[in-house]
């Protein structure tokens, strides 16, 4: 759903202009053109954790009108940040192909929301985020692979939560934030315009929440947690309510992923 007016112009406008840098310096290996990249970065390319390394975006993640408004759709009183991260949709870039969020992090309770907070006016033309309404009703995660490249017409007939439902596209202009469930199924349109599209996310999960599985995950296999260990460190700090923003984990990420963090999707120290 859009909840209209959320940060004035001029505060859009301010972190547009961080967001942008912190893209550019952490982008400066990958000096892949968008024909060169993988059917998934052409859908759209990601920087995450943004709040560790940039401390003025830890403000706008850490924002307490994000968080209100999380919790009072999740209807939770207390929230975590699981991540953030920065989704660019290069010009010209393709479609993001349907799915949802939730069997891609190991989290048991389905207590998880997406804030889609966008960097310009967002319509048909320029990555239009749309959602398959009432979708997350339904309790059963899918995992869909968008990672290796387009997901088959055949593997999406599959999905009863998506068969003839009209999807719902949201028109978003700045200062608007669009709010996901972790179980609703969504997509994006391509970007035709000559613009990227540029978004801020962050997701917040209910404090509280258990590892639900092994699956490899940064922001749980970092501090250590175990399958059924409630999901409580710095790099998953609360969110809301907080009266002051978090520092930065005190446990750097490992040189084990040093081509994630040369590639800019992880920081680097
Ligand atoms: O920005 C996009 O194109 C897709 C966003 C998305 O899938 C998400 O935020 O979960």
């Known amino acids: 759903m859009t909840v209209p007016d959320v940060f004035s112009t001029s505060e859009i406008e301010f972190y547009r202009e961080v967001v942008k840098d912190a893209i550019k310096e952490r982008k400066q290996n990958d000096l892949r053109s968008l024909k060169e990249k993988s059917e998934y970065e052409q859908s759209f390319v990601q920087c995450q954790n943004l709040w560790e390394d940039y401390p003025v975006l830890r403000e706008l993640t850490f924002d307490q009108r994000l968080g209100e408004i999380a919790s009072n759709l999740l209807e939770v009183s ?12 290069e010009a010209g870039g393709r479609e993001t192909d349907p799915h949802h969020d939730q069997p891609y992090w190991p989290i048991r309770e389905t207590n998880t929301i997406t804030a889609w907070i966008p960097f310009c006016d967002v319509s048909e033309n320029n990555g239009q985020l749309g959602f398959y309404p009432g979708s997350h009703k339904v309790e059963k995660e899918q995992f869909i692979n968008i990672f290796s490249g387009k997901v088959e017409e055949s593997e999406l007939q599959e999905i009863p ?37 540029i978004v801020h996310t962050v997701i917040f999960f209910e404090d509280g929440s258990t590892r639900g599985d092994e699956k490899f995950h940064f922001s749980v296999d970092r501090p250590g947690i175990k399958v059924g260990q409630i999901i409580k460190s710095d790099v998953t700090p609360l969110a809301y309510p907080i009266k002051s923003i978090p520092n930065a984990p005190k446990k750097k990420i490992s040189d084990d992923f040093l081509t994630l963090k040369m590639l800019g999707l992880l920081p680097k120290d």
């Open 78 to 89: 207390k929230l975590r940040v699981w991540h953030d991260q920065a989704l660019v949709k």
């Open 161 to 197: 939560q998506i068969q003839n439902i009209k999807v719902d596209y949201q028109n978003l202009k700045i200062g608007d934030v669009s709010f996901h469930h972790g179980l609703t199924f969504h997509r994006a349109k391509p970007n035709y315009s000559n613009e990227d599209r």
